[in-house]
C-alpha cells in the first residue's frame, strides 16, 4: 500500500497550528473527493501526516505546466462537480460546519483514475452549525480571497464559495487567478472573465489547448457559475447545493443581465479587486501581507 508523508516542523508554530487543524478536521472527514488522513505522529521533531497517495499528484500541473498533459473538457468538469461535491459535505453534511479557507488548484490532487480530492486542510476552521468562525486572521491564498475577508477577516461558508468561483473560472480559461497579459500588465481572472462576459465572448476563454472539444452547456454552466460565486457581496452568493444543481444540470444558472454585470464591475473597480485594501495590479500579489501579525496568505499558484 503507498502513502503519502505530509512533513511539518515542530519548532515552527504554524506548522504546529496547521497539524492540528488537519488532525482535528479532516481526520473525522469521511467523502470520496476529500483525501484521507490515516494516521499521524510526532518523530525527531517533525510532525508527520500520513495519507492516501495520489498518483497523479496536483491539479495545478494540468492547468499551469507548460507543454504538460491537457486534461479533456469532461474530466475538468467531473474533477470540478468533485469538488463541489466536497464542499458541500464540509458545508451542510457534517455534524459541524467545516471552513477549507485554501480551496485552490494546487490543493485538489488526483487519484489513479483521475478522480478530484480536496487536501490541505491546515487552514480549516470548524465550528458548530447556527454559529459563526471565531477566528478574524486572514488566511488563504492571493487571488483566492474573497473582499470581505480582507475587511473584516471572519471565514464563512460564502468565502469558501468565492475561492470555489475562482477555481471554476481557473479550470475552464486555464490561467492563474492573478496573470500577466501580453501587455506585462498584471490581471485578475475574476475581472478578466467579467470584461470578456461584457463583450459577448465567454467561449473565447476556455483553454486554447481544448480546442473547441468542450461540451458548450457545461462551460456556460462553469463560467456563469465562477461570476455568481465571486459576486462582491458574499450573501448573494449561492450556498454549495444550489451549486450542485446547477452542474447537475438541475437547474440552470440566471442569466447575468448587463445591469447585474455593470454592478459587479463597479464593484470591482472601486475595490480593485481585494476591497478597501486597494491592491492595484500593478502591485506585489503579497502587498497586503500586513494586515495582521497574525496574517498567513499564501501567494497565489
Known amino acids: 500500500m503507498e502513502v503519502a508523508v505530509k512533513r511539518m516542523s515542530h519548532d515552527s508554530r504554524q506548522g504546529v497550528k496547521e497539524f492540528i487543524a488537519e488532525v482535528v478536521s479532516i481526520g473525522r472527514l469521511r467523502h470520496r473527493n476529500i483525501t484521507q488522513l490515516l494516521g499521524y505522529c510526532r518523530r525527531k521533531g517533525q510532525l508527520l501526516l500520513v495519507y492516501d497517495y495520489m498518483e497523479n499528484g496536483s491539479l495545478d500541473k494540468y492547468l499551469h505546466t507548460r507543454n504538460g498533459p491537457t486534461l479533456c ?8 462537480k468533485g469538488v463541489a461535491s466536497s464542499l458541500l459535505y464540509l458545508h451542510e453534511d457534517c455534524e459541524q460546519v467545516v471552513i477549507h479557507r485554501d480551496i485552490k488548484a494546487s490543493n485538489v490532487l488526483l487519484d489513479s483514475k483521475m478522480n478530484g480530492r480536496l487536501g490541505d486542510f491546515g487552514l480549516a476552521r470548524i465550528y458548530d452549525h447556527e454559529t459563526t468562525a471565531e477566528t478574524t486572521h486572514v488566511a488563504g491564498t492571493m487571488g483566492y480571497l474573497a473582499p470581505e475577508l480582507l475587511r473584516a477577516g471572519r471565514p464563512t461558508p460564502f468565502s469558501d464559495v468565492y475561492a470555489f468561483g475562482v477555481f471554476l473560472l481557473e479550470v475552464t480559461c486555464g490561467r492563474k487567478p492573478i496573470f500577466i497579459d501580453e501587455q506585462n500588465n498584471r490581471v485578475l481572472l475574476v475581472e478578466w472573465v467579467l470584461e470578456h462576459h461584457h463583450d459577448g465572448s465567454m467561449l473565447d476563454m476556455v483553454v486554447p489547448r481544448l480546442g473547441r472539444e468542450f461540451n458548450t452547456e457545461e462551460v456556460t454552466i462553469v463560467l456563469k457559475l465562477g461570476l455568481l460565486c465571486t ?12 451549486v450542485m444543481q446547477y452542474l447537475d444540470h438541475g437547474q440552470s444558472p440566471p442569466d447575468l443581465s448587463p445591469a447585474y454585470i455593470s454592478y459587479i464591475m463597479m464593484a ?10 486597494n491592491m492595484p495590479c500593478s502591485q506585489p500579489a503579497m502587498s497586503v501581507a500586513t494586515v495582521s501579525d497574525e496574517t498567513n496568505l499564501r501567494e497565489g499558484r
Open 231 to 242: 459576486y462582491p457581496s458574499p450573501n448573494a452568493r449561492p450556498i454549495m447545493r444550489k
Open 268 to 277: 470591482q473597480m472601486q475595490n480593485e479587486g481585494f476591497d478597501s485594501h
Open 73 to 80: 473538457w469532461s474530466r475538468r468538469y467531473s474533477i470540478v
